[in-house]
């Protein structure tokens, strides 16, 4: 496993290329920590080294961002390989698959209904099916006005 050099303190807040100040860390966790250092300090530095290591930009991109913030120093931050790119691109997609099973959980699916029902989604006359209601003769379907008279042979619902 790729192991990368990341400064505790960042060098751009005073951090030196010590011993000390260095950790050997997974590219998954030296992108979490950019992503928690910009969320703390605002730094934009933190951001794109962040978007790099998670493969949301390229090398272009980061050193473009980089210079356009200050210019000179922009190849002394992280510019991160093919290999990192697409190992958290894979991570980024094993995490979306534990998302969505998690999302299509009963215990989700409960969740949801409760919070749709608190906000009255889709009801009254949010409704977007407000007014008309779905008619069959048993092949065929269509949406009429409830104020329509219904056609010889259609009853109420619809044939799936």
Known sequence: ???????????????????????????????????????????????IAWKGLSGEIGKE?????????????????????????????????????????????EKSKIKRKNTLSKIKHQQGTKNSQYGSMWITNGTNNKKIKKTEMMPDGYKKGRVI
Do not use: Q
């Open 1 to 47: 496993m790729t192991k990368h050099k990341h400064h505790i303190l960042p060098s751009y807040r005073g951090g030196a290329d010590t011993r000390e100040n260095l950790i050997e860390v997974s590219v998954t966790r030296h992108a979490m920590f950019h992503y928690c250092n910009w969320r703390l300090w605002g730094d934009d530095r933190d951001r």
């Open 61 to 105: 991109e980061i050193v473009s961002e980089l210079r356009s913030l200050g210019g000179k120093k922009a190849n002394r931050y992280h510019i991160y390989t093919e290999e990192h790119i697409s190992m958290l691109r894979k991570l980024a997609k094993e995490n979306h698959s534990k998302a969505v099973e998690s999302a299509r959980s």
